[in-house]
């Protein structure tokens, strides 16, 4: 695409990579939609109307949502590097990678009814919650971030921020606590630890293990409870 042009888009959309470069423009959905689109990348992407992914959707800029953009179980979601997400609308995915090197922001709420994968960075603002819709799987190899606050000993941050998992297999990730105001931890097992926040991060009513390394960052740990 010419950049850094907009092209409206208000019926189906077929491309592949050999034919379609995102550049630096942006793709606006406004009516009913069915994206077919491979491995083909695009840049900003608008959707004010309602909008589907048949199989694969990459993009590497900012995915504005306003109206209602999904996919089935089978279908993934691959932000690239640099990547945001933001949602005012409904966003719910079947499954959402973020593959190593990766960095991706986001804000709003969302979901992903079947994996999200996190082996590259992952950020989301305090406000946003990410529903694994009660079948959904998080895990990965890279850093999660939490950045919700507030919690308890039943319902901590990272419970908060990701949400309705079925599963929740951090065993292999970095678990980044970088919240602003004073964030909850239950008892778990993690790889890595980061305690980033200039608050506190407080361990409800039992113990944290760690298996590889724990960093601190900035901030004060105390525990509360037994």
Known sequence: ????????????????SSDFTGGNGTVEFSGSSTITSGSAIFHNISVSGTASIANTFYFDGTLTVNGTFGGSGSTTLYPRNGAAISVGGSMAMGQINIEPGMVVTASGNFSASSTFTID????????????????GTL???????VTKTGGN???????????????INHANNTVEYAGTANQFIKPRTFKNLIINNPVSVQIANGDIHITNVMTFTQGLVMGVGN
Do not use: C, H
Not at 4 to 16: E, F, I, K, S, Y
Not at 153 to 167: I, M, P, R, V
């Open 1 to 16: 695409m010419a950049d850094p042009a907009t092209l409206r888009v208000r019926g189906n959309m077929t491309v592949g």
């Open 120 to 135: 590259g960075t992952f950020t989301p603002t305090a406000t946003t919650v990410i529903s694994g819709s009660g079948t």
């Open 153 to 167: 000993s039943t319902t901590d941050a990272l419970l908060g921020q990701y949400s309705s998992f079925a599963t």
């Open 139 to 145: 895990g990965g190899t890279g850093t999660m971030k």
